[in-house]
């Protein structure tokens, strides 16, 4: 399967209404959860506007905040405080002023190396879950947020790297990264980013155009094969959208 056929494009005008689009959906999905939410967050600066949007009162006010825990796909082997820790970024953009320290569930950076912060990150998604396998009718988490690079990475699974391979393990070390930031990487690999019951990529702006025409193609790419066992959702603003490309 290649992640096309659950996979629903939805255009918008622009990065602002995008970021206001993927705050709706985050919000429809914990309403539609009455119990304890599990949400994944991204790196990179595509979710940055969403996330100062779940800070302002509009939408806080209507997170339940006590049961919804924040996890991240990916993170940069940086030490916490450092301004390319994507669990940081989300801190200081929200999550601290907003969320319960216990909700937040960061990847450790403060470990011997990638692999050893990935087993005990998987250790921590398995406690969580309550089991040490995933059930596709009983999600690891609600939402997972996304992005993808140049090359067609998402997460920290870079094309070709063994991590996209990977079938067994929640959690991946990746010594190398395949672009900037040039930093090793902890990476959630696609058996547990895809038990969810949305992914949500957001993608904005010219320079993802040619990369997101690849995807649409059905190109095999980490991007492309990232899809969710639930809805799969691709939010592009007009500059990123293919030319001629209508939604499907
Ligand atoms: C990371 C991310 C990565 C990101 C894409 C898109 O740690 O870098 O999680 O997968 O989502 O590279 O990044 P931008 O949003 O900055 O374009």
């Given at each position: 399967m290649d992640g096309s056929d659950n996979r629903h494009v939805i255009a918008v005008s622009d990065a602002e209404?995008?970021?206001k689009i993927a705050?709706?959906?985050?919000?429809?999905?914990?309403?539609?959860?009455?119990?304890?939410v599990a949400i994944c967050l991204t790196g990179g600066s595509s979710p940055k506007r969403l996330y100062q949007?779940?800070?302002?009162?509009?939408?806080?006010?209507?997170i339940p905040w006590d049961r919804v825990h924040w996890f991240i796909g990916d993170e940069r082997f940086v030490p916490a405080n450092d301004p390319l820790?994507?669990?940081g970024?989300?801190?200081?953009?929200?999550?601290?002023r907003c969320a319960p320290a216990s909700n937040i569930h960061p990847i450790p950076t403060d470990t011997a190396d990638p692999e050893q912060a990935a087993r005990r990150y998987e250790?921590?998604?398995?406690?969580?879950?309550?089991?040490?396998?995933?059930?596709s009718t009983r999600p690891l988490f609600d939402v997972v947020l996304m992005g993808v690079g140049p090359d067609g990475h998402t997460a920290s699974l870079f094309p070709d790297y063994p991590a996209i391979a990977e079938t067994e393990?929640?959690?991946?070390?990746?010594?190398?990264?395949?672009?900037?930031?040039f930093v090793p990487r902890v990476t959630l690999t696609l058996p547990a980013l895809n038990s969810c019951r949305e992914m949500l990529f957001e993608i904005s702006g010219l320079d993802k155009r040619a990369i997101l025409t690849r995807v649409l193609a059905g190109e095999s790419l980490p991007a492309t094969r990232a899809h969710s066992v639930g809805e799969t959702i691709w939010l592009v603003d007009r500059a990123?959208?293919?030319?001629?490309?209508?939604?499907?």
């Open positions: 209404a995008l970021a705050a709706e959906r985050v919000l429809a999905r914990i309403a539609s959860n009455a119990g304890r949007l779940l800070a302002t009162d509009t939408y806080r006010n209507q820790n994507n669990m970024t989300a801190r200081q953009i929200f999550l601290d250790s921590q998604l398995k406690s969580f879950y309550g089991a040490d396998r995933l059930d393990r929640w959690v991946v070390g990746v010594p190398e990264a395949h672009v900037e930031p990123a959208l293919p030319e001629n490309f209508r939604e499907r």
